[in-house]
């Protein structure tokens, strides 16, 4: 049966916000979950069991940050939605398991960061996380736009520095995931040099006057 102008459901935006934000809230709590207590026995004490955990407070910290980042400028980015239909809200749900994965890699890196001999695999595994809500993002975005469900008062130089934006990000995420091939800690280092970079507010609006 052909798609009809009946398929877009106006007004849902503020649902599917709703259901994003639980996602997100278990996604960021179970980062924390993850992080075991150390036991401590022969002598150690429970302070240096407690220090030997750096890795894990590292990924999770910047994975609480990523995750926030996100959740912030989810609420930004569906103001630009007028409607929305089936599709796009199923690319959202991907876009969400993207988000509620996070928690397993994290867990990884924070485990295997300081054993050199498996670190390469676990930095691997969060770059490749950290790309797959980047895609997912931006498939969201291109559908949006191609069966106009963005406000059409957008001014079309807005869209285009967003759609450029979004594109860049997939493309510097995957250069991370491959440079993650060559050395661990360069990729890490862009990784977290553009979590630093979206603490950034993102960019108002422009509609066409």
């Known amino acids: 049966m052909a798609q009809t102008e009946d398929h877009l459901h106006p007004n849902e935006t503020q649902r599917i916000e709703a259901f ?11 980062l924390i979950i993850e992080i075991g207590v150390p036991h ?11 220090g030997d955990l750096w890795p894990s407070y590292g990924a999770y910290v910047l994975s609480f940050v990523m995750i926030g980042i996100y959740w912030a400028n989810h609420h930004s980015f569906f103001r630009l939605f007028v409607r929305t239909d089936h599709y796009f809200l199923m690319l959202n749900v991907l876009f969400l398991m993207a988000i509620a994965f996070l928690p397993f890699p994290t867990a990884v890196l924070g485990e295997y ?9 676990a930095v691997r595994l969060y770059a490749f996380a950290l790309l797959l809500p980047a895609v997912g993002w931006l498939l969201v975005w ?13 001014a079309p130089d807005y869209i285009r520095f967003l759609t450029a934006q979004y594109l860049l990000s997939n ?7 491959l440079l993650s091939f060559l050395n661990a800690w360069i990729a890490l280092t862009i990784v977290v040099g553009l979590t630093l970079l979206y603490l950034l507010p993102p960019r108002r609006p422009r509609f066409i006057q």
């Open 20 to 30: 994003s934000d639980g996602v997100f809230a278990i996604a960021i709590t179970l």
């Open 40 to 50: 401590v026995g022969g002598g150690e004490s429970l302070a240096s069991a407690l």
């Open 113 to 121: 960061l300081d054993d050199s001999a498996q670190r390469d695999i």
């Open 142 to 154: 291109l559908y949006a736009n191609a069966r106009g469900l963005v406000d059409e008062r957008l």
């Open 171 to 177: 493309a510097l995420y995957a250069g991370a995931l």
